[in-house]
RNA sequence: UCCACAGUAGCUCAAUGGCAGAGCAACCGGCUGUUAACCGGUAGGUUCCUGGUUCGAGUCCAGGCUGUGGAGCCA
């Protein structure tokens, strides 16, 4: 006999006929007298070992019996195609000759059935090993190298922004502050101001990290600690951004639908709502976003609804407000010209309507909401200076953000994506909690 | 911060104000094709906490705690 060689599950296909080595984690066991079917998970994918008395030596058909989910083995056997064998790839089973245990598992918490919120996120150390959020995860690691692949490919380089910071990046209320050798400081809830100091010396930048926002909101879009991808282009407009992004995001999806078909029907995600996104998106101004609320108002007779919707011209959009305007659209929708107020301090206001910015927010359908927004930024030091005394910014704190509108300052243009809410987009998921492998939330910190 | 709902076995849930229950998991036994197997058996309870009403409270009342869904805020 062959002496056995190590192979991950993913490959199992290429090993039919062959003796092989796997290694892993028992994810269930079901007995059946003189046969026991063990479903194995090594992280790469899930393959159904079949253990036979008659094909296996006495204490390895006990262990066999015995074996608890969860529990960590060694197998040896023969790769066999099977078109009853459950699993990932699937379609292929592993006739166990020699069994190992290689670390024994307690009762597992998080059986085959129904749990709860609490109960699993309490156990989220152990909850990444189900398939759901195995693959849930495994996507999300995809959409970033997406992310990042794409922008490289497009000239952009990655230039890390801080996450300790002096000041706020737009407002003062929502930062987690932390004792800097006595002196206050706060973590980052944006990389955006360092990437325009960074576009004056590399033209097209991004930076990708973690960013945290104290906000007190419960809702299941919101994270404390969430990651963003943030692009900045020299030399770029409001309208070539839009074009940029609609290319970018269509480069995402279609990257997770030819790589994860598997993962996707795992997570219950229903793919032709994936495959209609593809640029051009729509693009609709503020202006008519606010009208065609108005419009959608006038025809809902519930009051609570009614009430939900209502938007006066010059308010910012809510999650109600948002979710309507996406359901219009079967692809994400743009929508620029935000009032200036509603914004963020460094965005262009138009020269002909300056109670209006050049701003895009591009909202995903399905009532995902918001995942990316951005901006022309101001370039012109006047204004700018204007903007921060205004908004009651300490101007210290931004001097070096001013200055460089003294040097060769020009329009530039960039956005932000958050990772989860496109995460919890592309895979469907009721809640972005699914959407990262630990998530921080008002109520949970642990594990 | 506001609104709504919930908390009973390890898990998911039942129980008209009147004996605390089921399925799954665990444990013991059976079964050569299971897919959240099936069949028989065993064990498992501070009904979230504090106080109140009542002959009697898991159930009704008050306060609190925790969680869930939504709003606001935002990516």
Redesign the pocket.
């Known amino acids: 006999m062959a002496s056995p060689t190590l192979i991950r599950i993913a490959d199992i296909a290429a090993h039919e006929g062959e003796q092989v080595l796997l290694q892993g984690w028992v994810q ?1 066991r ?6 026991h ?1 063990i479903r194995l998970r090594d992280g790469s994918g899930i393959v ?1 070992c ?1 253990a ?3 094909e296996m030596d006495e204490d390895g058909f006990a262990l066999a019996r015995a074996l ?2 969860e529990a960590a083995i060694r197998v040896s056997g023969e790769v066999r195609r ?1 078109e ?3 699993g990932l790839p699937g379609g292929y ?1 592993v006739g166990v000759q020699r069994l190992e245990l290689v670390g024994a598992a307690e ?3 998080i ?9 699993l ?1 309490d156990r989220r150390h152990l909850w990444v090993r189900s398939s759901r959020q195995w693959a849930i995860l495994r996507i999300r690691a995809t959409i970033v190298s997406a992310m990042r692949n794409w922008l490289d490919d497009e000239g952009f380089l990655l230039v890390d922004t801080p996450i300790i910071t002096p000041a706020a990046g ?2 003062t209320t ?1 930062l987690f502050d932390i004792d800097y050798f006595g002196e206050q400081a706060f973590l980052a809830q944006t990389g955006q101001l360092y990437n325009e100091a960074n576009i004056a010396a590399f033209g097209k930048v991004y930076c990708f990290g973690p960013t945290f ?1 104290a ?10 600690e ?1 990651w ?1 991808l943030e692009p900045e282009i020299a030399f770029c407009t409001l309208e070539e951004l839009m074009e940029l992004q609609e290319r970018f995001i269509s480069h995402v999806v279609g990257t997770v639908l030819e790589k994860h078909s598997q993962e996707l029907a795992l997570v219950g995600r229903d793919t032709t709502a994936l495959e209609r996104i593809k640029a051009p998106f729509p693009r609709i101004s503020y202006d008519e976003a606010v009208e065609r609320l108005h419009a959608l108002t006038s025809t809902i007779e519930d009051a609570e609804q009614r009430e ?1 919707l209502a938007i006066e011209h010059g ?9 309507a305007i996406a359901e219009q659209f079967d692809r994400p929708v743009f929508v620029y010209h935000y009032p200036t107020a ?1 914004k ?1 301090f460094y965005m262009e206001p138009l020269a002909e309507r300056p109670e209006l910015c050049r701003s895009v ?1 591009l909202l995903a359908p399905e009532g995902y ?5 951005g901006s022309e930024r101001i370039h012109d030091l006047a204004l700018i200076e204007e903007r921060v005394a205004q908004i009651g910014l300490p101007r210290e704190a931004y001097d070096w953000y001013l200055e460089l509108r003294k040097y060769g300052s020009v329009p530039h243009s960039g956005f ?3 990772l ?2 496109t995460v919890a987009w592309i895979c469907g998921l ?3 909690r699914e959407s990262v492998p630990y998530a921080r939330m008002l ?2 910190k642990s594990p």
């Open positions: 269930a079901t007995g059946k007298g003189r046969l079917f159904q079949v036979f008395r008659h608890t989910q099977d009853r064998a459950p089973e009762e597992y918490p059986t085959p059935k129904e749990h709860g919120v609490e109960f996120m737009e407002e929502t926002r906000e007190k909101s419960r809702t299941r879009r919101h994270l404390l969430f963003m939900l308010e910012d959009f809510g999650s109600p407000q948002e979710t509603v963020a927010d909401g918001e995942i990316t927004g932000g994506i958050g989860e809410r009721p809640h972005i109520n949970r």
